[in-house]
């Protein structure tokens, strides 16, 4: 019906401006992270600082740095990519 096919426009609508909205708060939040001091490190000191923490423990324990790996690549989307980038790590 008629009715049917505006609820299923309008559903459509409601979907892209989410999507739209969804992308602009992420831009946001990268803008926001370029801002803080720590966003301002490059991928390359910031790899070399994840290098120096997770592998700087000497108790030959492997899980520890799976770990410290994790927990550096859920901190933010940038974390994420570096930590990512830097298979030493891994």
């Given at each position: 019906?008629?009715?049917?096919?505006?609820?299923?426009?309008?559903d459509?609508?409601?979907?892209?401006?989410?999507?739209?909205?969804?992308a602009?708060?992420?831009?946001?939040?990268?803008?926001?992270?370029i801002?803080?001091?720590?966003?301002?490190?490059?991928?390359?000191i910031?790899?070399?600082?994840?290098?120096?923490?997770?592998l700087?423990?000497?108790?030959g324990?492997?899980y520890d740095?799976f770990?410290?790996?994790?927990?550096?690549?859920?901190?933010?989307?940038?974390?994420?990519?570096?930590?990512?980038?830097?298979?030493?790590?891994?």
């Amino acid at each position: 019906t008629e009715l049917e096919t505006e609820v299923e426009s309008l559903d459509a609508q409601i979907s892209e401006w989410t999507s739209r909205r969804n992308a602009k708060l992420a831009e946001l939040a990268s803008l926001t992270n370029i801002l803080s001091p720590i966003g301002r490190v490059p991928q390359e000191i910031l790899s070399e600082i994840f290098l120096f923490v997770c592998l700087s423990d000497d108790d030959g324990h492997d899980y520890d740095v799976f770990r410290c790996t994790y927990i550096l690549s859920t901190v933010c989307v940038a974390w994420k990519i570096t930590a990512y980038s830097t298979p030493q790590i891994w």
